[in-house]
């Protein structure tokens, strides 16, 4: 979604991302809502994980308002291409 909204938007990258992530809340809420009425969520687990992902959602936010918008662009880019090889591999 955040080369969508920067290329075809315009957007710049920091709101792009922030702006990706609030639809990631709204869609995560509604997958949880299915997976919550079939009995498919480790309750005990998730509470760990949502800790650790709070912590890093908000170091990760932190340190991305430190980067310049190039270096961000860069940084972000080069996580999708170690994402893409990371599934041709695996």
Request: hydrophobic share 60%; proline share 3%; net charge positive.
């Amino acid at each position: 979604m955040v080369p969508l909204l920067t290329t075809l938007l315009r957007m710049p990258q920091h709101r792009a991302h922030g702006t990706s992530l609030v639809i990631v809340i709204f869609v995560a809420t509604a997958g949880l809502i299915g997976y919550w009425r079939t009995d498919n969520v480790e309750w005990s687990l998730a509470m760990w994980l949502a800790i650790g992902s709070g912590l890093g959602a908000y170091a990760g936010a932190v340190a991305m308002s430190q980067l310049a918008p190039q270096a961000l662009r860069f940084t972000f880019g080069l996580f999708l291409v170690s994402v893409a090889i990371r599934m041709f591999i695996i």
